[in-house]
DNA sequence: CCGGTTATGGGAATCATTCTTATCACCGGG
DNA sequence: CCCGGTGATAAGAATGATTCCCATAACCGG
């Protein structure tokens, strides 16, 4: 997978005109170890040969490149993982405490549910292009222990 | 209801030692005629007799005392909503080109569903409290016809 | 190997949000 | 009725994540 990964991205990059570099490449790879949202702290704090400013502009090439995508938090800055079309569909398991995010995926025949439904519901409302994001907000196991 | 809101407002601030004063009643009407959460920029732009600073420590107070939501979006700024505690539970159906939300409710049977299943995926990864955020994300009608 | 184009890194600039501080409004006690 | 204390307001300064700028370096096609 980490093969098609490097070649997907490539490919993806070239068509937007712009390079698969080496520091792009480190970016990816971290992302797709992590299985959950970065934020951009832990990307500085791991790997220190990436610079600030460079991170912040390679993430959005490769956002624009559509390899990956910036996730809404309720904390301060932002975090980022590999685009669904890379890693599949899924969704978050947010601490509300200290905001770590876990990756999780739910029963395929809840995710037809849903998408049956809010089609219809979007639909009514006039809204096109509809997909869908849901996200679980709890205490992890660390936090709840401390409260 | 508009009665029954303020003074459920004015109670719960009392209880966290504030005051419920007549730019707080404002931008609590504001909130709950908009039915949908709203911007910064749009509280500011609409009431002009708001103040900048004013409306930020307010939003702040109002959300200590748990009468109004912090929502998280892709844009630059925040929205607010009232506490789903006031205006029940609901999701959003989000325009991913010019941002605008709208409030909408999906089947009890479909909510029913959503938590039974995820309580359980929670419950095995160690997450405690576990409640559920769902969003639709589309093109509006506006933005649709434009593009 | 050259010329043009894209990437890098360091720091300056931006912009939403938060903090500071000096008044101002309210409320209870005397 | 006025005073004192506490919380609220407003205006601007400060903060901090993110973005922009620019000079230099790496890459690629011819």
């Known amino acids: 997978m980490s093969v098609d990964l490097d070649t997907t991205v490539e490919a993806r990059l070239r068509d937007a ?8 490449r480190d970016l990816l790879h971290l992302l797709a170890q992590a299985a959950s949202p970065v934020s951009i702290p832990q990307i500085l704090a ?3 040969e990436l610079k600030q400013s460079s991170v912040y502009r390679n993430l959005a090439a490769l956002e624009q ?7 809404p938090t309720d904390e301060e800055y932002g975090r980022y993982e590999l685009a669904e ?6 969704h978050h398991l947010v601490c509300s405490n ?3 995010m876990r990756d999780v995926e739910v029963p395929a ?3 037809q549910t849903l998408d ?3 089609d219809r519901i979007a639909k009514r409302a006039g809204f096109a292009r509809v997909e869908h994001r849901l996200d679980l907000l709890g205490l992890c196991g660390t936090c709840a222990a401390m409260a």
Chains 1, 2 share one sequence.
């Open 65 to 71: 490149a559509g390899v990956v995508r910036r996730v």
């Open 85 to 90: 079309e890379l890693i599949g569909h899924h």
């Open 98 to 100: 200290c905001g770590t």
């Open 17 to 24: 005109g712009q390079r698969y570099t080496p520091q792009r």
């Open 109 to 111: 025949e809840l995710e």
């Open 46 to 48: 791991d790997g220190d």
């Open 116 to 118: 049956r439904t809010l």
